[in-house]
T-cell receptor, first 114, second 117 residues
């Protein structure tokens, strides 16, 4: 079955450490996205990529980095520069045909800074 | 200005009753799409229903329907015959189809729905 796989589901990090969240999709989607969700709030866009080897900053990119070396993969690194990284992170993908695309989400990764 | 506004932080509905979750949006693009997602306590975002800006009829998917009022820029979700499993957060979202910036997605802050037995 096609879908998006995020790993790990739960992650604990000490302050000052970088961590990388994995996102893999087998939907053959061109576009991929990373969102952050804080308790009781909506989704905020961190980064998105519409094509391999290209990505753009979203609304809250500071303290995060991404790469898009393969169509299927869009890993997110939460760096030590991110002051408040404890949150739920959602990866999504979509086709890029206008008027037709829908975001498909992974199950999410919950990051806790100790 | 907020792109998507959901004014109901929490809603309660009796089992088997219908409930309407409100959503208003703001865009100047002629082409856009409106979505509703369900987020149960497990955290996954489940796509429920989609309405395109050029669609003449309201979208329906089983017990879900989207009440699309273009002039009022509203896209309310109607859930008929509520079930206990409908208890979750519900997010309204919009996709703007911008020629220059590509597809941009915007989310509301969500409505927490609780179905009462």
């Amino acid at each position: 079955d096609g879908g998006i796989t995020q790993s790990p589901k739960y992650l604990f990090r000490k302050e000052g450490q970088n961590v990388t969240l994995s996102c893999e999709q087998n939907l053959n989607h061109d576009a991929m996205y990373w969102y952050r969700q804080d308790p009781g709030q909506g989704l905020r866009l961190i980064y998105y990529s519409q094509i391999v080897n290209d990505f753009q900053k979203g609304d809250i990119a500071e303290g995060y980095s991404v790469s898009r070396e393969k169509k299927e993969s869009f890993p997110l690194t939460v760096t030590s520069a991110q002051k408040n990284p404890t949150a739920f992170y959602l990866c999504a993908s979509s086709i890029t045909v206008p008027e037709a695309n829908v975001l498909t989400f992974g199950a999410g990764s919950r990051l806790t800074v100790l | 200005a907020q792109k998507i506004t959901q004014t109901q932080p929490g809603m309660f509905v009796q089992e088997k009753e219908a409930v309407t979750l409100d959503c208003t949006y703001d865009t100047s693009d002629p082409s856009y799409g409106l979505f509703w997602y369900k987020q149960p306590s497990s955290g996954e975002m489940i796509f429920l229903i989609y309405q395109g800006s050029y669609d003449q009829q309201n979208a329906t998917e089983g017990r879900y329907s989207l009440n699309f009022q273009k002039a009022r820029k509203s896209a309310n979700l109607v859930i008929s015959a509520s079930q206990l499993g409908d208890s979750a957060m519900y997010f309204c979202a919009m996709r703007e189809d911008n020629t220059y910036t590509g597809n941009q997605f915007y989310f509301g802050t969500g409505t927490s729905l609780t179905v009462i037995p």
